[in-house]
């Protein structure tokens, strides 16, 4: 039985689109991809700012230095890029990004 601080849950705003047990080994949207949800990329490096989404629970792994997609407002509006984060623990994700 899968345990609550292993489960990333995926959302389209509160339409629930996947869940998939937390491998601490892959990104967002690796996961994503995995528990058959759709997130946008383009460079996956944290540049171009494609796979943008929102964190709704949980805690993202943020880096010491933002990549360019990224910025303080977008941080405090529980941005993060999927393709380059990883989740703490258990997390809520809405595939809409908070623009």
Do not use: W
């Not at 047990?21 to 171009?48: F, H, Q, R, W, Y």
């Amino acid at each position: 039985m899968k345990q609550k601080k292993d489960i990333i849950r995926f959302f389209r705003g509160n339409l629930p689109l996947g869940i998939i047990k937390k491998d601490p080994n892959l990104t967002v949207v690796e996961m994503a991809i995995n528990a058959g949800v759709d997130i946008p990329t383009n460079c996956t490096s944290g540049t171009c700012g494609t796979c943008l989404v929102r964190l709704k629970k949980g805690q993202i792994q943020y880096p010491d230095e933002l990549p360019p997609g990224l910025d303080d407002y977008l941080v405090k509006e529980g941005g993060f890029l999927s393709c380059c984060m990883i989740p703490e623990g258990a997390c809520e994700i809405d595939v809409i990004p908070p623009l």
